[in-house]
């Protein structure tokens, strides 16, 4: 396996993380308020969500969702299948926004919304109501109903988590695809989850500019053979065509309804969403997530681990087109009842301040992102953030990847001015939620590390045969107990899903990651197993882009690695051999905007290099390896110049 040279380009810094020592204690302050207040209360709660599972999870899915009939048995788990809260009946949409409307708290704002232009919206959670009861009308009258798939492409703007909460109250199962992904990527979307509805808007603002999305759309419909209306947003305000029979306005449809349709009860296991998230091989696989378990597990992990607080302004600044905007946006936060912030643009714009500004202006006290942006942050300098208070600030947190320990430090000091502390926090979209972190109130920290699993959460580190191993060494990360938030399945694809995740250690979840576990219980996540990078926190397959890369007629063979990168985390390294076609920079640049048109914009590589040949193991096999080595720059024995040579130091130690 390759794992070991994945662990090096993931953090770059894999030794120094090795070697951290540096213990960050909760401030007594902080701990005197939080939530969770003891270690003595952290272990009980974990002993009693492993001992009696069943009881722990009966009480809180009754005290904090709402249910419109009982559920009889908590979880019946016949590996890898999981039920939880069986035959009950609930809805995700009614405890997000209508349980607090009954409950007297209608009045309190659901989401602070700033566009980049600097527009700014104000919803209660009885406006949200209003909005998602109208959104879901409009649902009926385009012919969806209950178990009927709809595809979201749109901005980070308020109605983007109205549609999302829309398909919630009636049953419909949305599927949020990121708004920076190509026509391609949105039709195999479409085609693969036969969604009946696509939501859109004519454009978004980024970095000043407006990218037209309502463009790409078409593109993608014209390929989408399942989809039959399109829904579209009025953002940006440009002249967009619309297809006779097939595109509505949001503001004809949505607006004029009257906003008063109940939230639908449903079964605890209705599916609640597919979300495409990139696997070891070529075809995004759509992780599927169903109503209760999920909803519960969002909502428990946000208040553990943000040590959810009624006055709280809590900003994730993740997008809804992953995970993060899913469970830490939308359904953790709504079902607690939480204020969330929500900005559509961009970091640096219209300077490198905006953040703080945001901070400063709407006087945030929960910040979560992602080690990438605190890169980027540290490199456009400290003077941004001198010219802001951040003093609302009492907590932060960090998702994507290991924050690695000096951004972790520059975190800690400048954004939390040494007070707040810091929850690195490992999942995946698999998990729907958050698996492992400190809690805010007792778990000292080590830069480096997302600490200890939450309750319910049995981490098990087992080697290459599935055996357990001494879990300081490290080895492959495993969940031996289902838990309420995790992954249902692979929509369409039953077989993949136990194939990956359940059958190297069968019964057991198998997380893709390598992990360790120092003396005092505190895991170390070590990167990928399997050809998976990530790039500024997002998940793409190596395999996915050389896919692309050889679609293009003069591509012969691909072969792309993660290297490391100061501020992505990984950049992507592509090798290519060609048709024998002029190797330019045009064609170059060529290349990256075709893989650009493929996949995305996240799946531009970064550097792109033509050999003659690609290092090959006698059977065949591409030396990513060595390939990894040679993105990254590390030393080779030889003339590295070429890749010719390259191939030939490969025989050579294969041979020896
Ligand atoms: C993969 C999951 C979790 C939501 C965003 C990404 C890596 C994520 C951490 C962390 C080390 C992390 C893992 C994981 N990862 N958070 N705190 N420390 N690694 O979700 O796209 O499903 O990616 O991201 O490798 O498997 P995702």
């Excluded at 906003?259 to 696997?279: C, H, K, N, Q, R």
Aim: glycine share 8%; charged share 25%; with cysteine.
């Amino acid at each position: 396996m390759t794992s070991h040279s994945a662990d090096t380009s993931q953090s770059g810094s894999i030794d120094h993380v090795l070697h951290e020592r540096r213990l960050f204690p909760p401030s007594a302050e902080f701990t005197k308020n939080a939530r969770i207040s003891s270690v003595q209360q952290y272990e009980d709660m974990v002993a009693a969500a492993r001992d009696t599972r069943d009881d722990f999870w009966r009480k809180e899915a009754l005290e904090h969702l709402h249910w419109f009939e009982p559920f009889g048995d908590v979880c019946q788990w016949e590996a890898p299948h999981a039920k939880w809260f069986v035959g009950g009946k609930t809805n995700a949409c009614y405890n997000c926004v209508d349980a607090h409307v009954a409950a007297g708290r209608g009045d309190k704002l659901a989401i602070i919304w700033e566009g980049e232009p600097g527009d700014q919206r104000k919803l209660t959670y009885r406006d949200l109501q209003i909005e998602v009861a109208k959104c879901a009308e409009a649902f009926a009258q385009l012919g969806v109903g209950q178990g009927d798939v709809v595809s979201i492409y749109m901005p980070m703007t308020p109605e983007l988590a109205i549609a999302m909460l829309a398909c919630a109250r009636i049953g419909a199962i949305h599927s949020v695809i990121f708004a920076g992904f190509s026509a391609e990527s949105i039709a195999d979307r479409n085609n693969d989850a036969s969604a009946k509805l696509m939501i859109t808007s004519d454009g978004l603002y980024r970095r000043g500019k407006v990218l037209p999305l309502k463009e790409t759309v078409d593109e993608a419909l014209a390929k989408s053979t399942s989809v039959e209306k399109c829904l579209v947003l009025r953002r940006t305000g440009g002249e967009v065509p619309m297809t006779e029979g097939r595109d509505v306005w949001w503001h004809d449809v949505v607006d004029t309804q009257p906003g008063e349709l109940a939230a639908v009860p449903l079964d605890s296991e209705t599916p609640l969403f597919i979300l495409y998230t990139s696997g070891s091989t070529g075809k995004p696989k759509g992780i599927l997530h169903t109503t209760a378990g999920y909803n519960l597990w969002a909502r428990r992990t946000f208040e553990w681990v943000f040590d959810y607080r009624d006055d709280d302004i809590y900003w994730c600044t993740a997008d809804c087109g992953w995970i993060t905007g899913h469970s830490y946006i939308v359904y953790g936060p709504m079902t607690a009842g939480a204020t969330c912030m929500m900005y559509e643009g961009a970091p640096n714009h219209p300077a490198e301040d905006r953040f703080w500004d945001l901070v400063e202006r709407h006087k945030v006290t929960v910040l979560y992102t992602a080690p990438t942006a605190v890169r980027a942050f540290i490199k456009w300098g400290d003077e941004h953030v001198d010219k802001h208070d951040l003093s609302s600030l009492r907590l932060l947190g960090s998702v994507g990847e290991g924050i690695n320990p000096e951004a972790w430090m520059w975190y800690h000091s400048k954004i939390g001015g040494g007070r707040c502390p810091i929850v690195d926090t490992w999942w995946q979209t698999e998990t729907g939620g958050i698996m492992m972190s400190p809690l805010p109130g007792i778990t000292p920290t080590k830069p480096g590390s997302c600490t200890k699993p939450l309750p319910g959460v049995i981490p098990n580190i087992v080697d290459e045969l599935g055996n357990e191993v001494d879990s300081e060494h490290g080895g492959k990360l495993c969940i031996s107990e289902p838990w309420p938030g995790m992954l249902r399945g692979i929509w369409g694809d039953p077989e993949r899903f136990v194939e990956q995740y359940f059958s190297d250690v069968p019964g057991q979840y198998l997380t893709g990651d390598n992990a360790r576990c120092d003396r005092d219980g505190y895991y170390w996540i070590m990167g990928r197993i399997d050809d998976v990078i990530n790039v500024s926190g997002h998940r793409l397959s190596t395999i996915e882009v050389e896919s692309a890369l050889v679609s293009h007629p003069h591509v012969c063979e691909a072969a792309v690695v993660g290297r490391p990168d100061d501020l992505k985390g990984q950049a992507i390294a592509a090798f290519i051999t060609t048709t024998g076609r002029d190797t330019d920079d045009e064609f170059l640049k060529e290349l990256k905007m075709h893989v650009r048109k493929q996949i995305g914009a996240l799946a531009q590589p970064d550097d792109i290099r033509v050999t003659a040949a690609l290092p090959k193991t006698r059977s065949g096999k591409i030396m990513r390896r060595l390939l990894r080595d040679v993105a990254a720059g590390r030393e080779l024995v030889g003339d590295t110049s070429t890749l010719e040579d390259l191939a030939s130091i490969s025989q050579l130690q294969e041979s020896e």
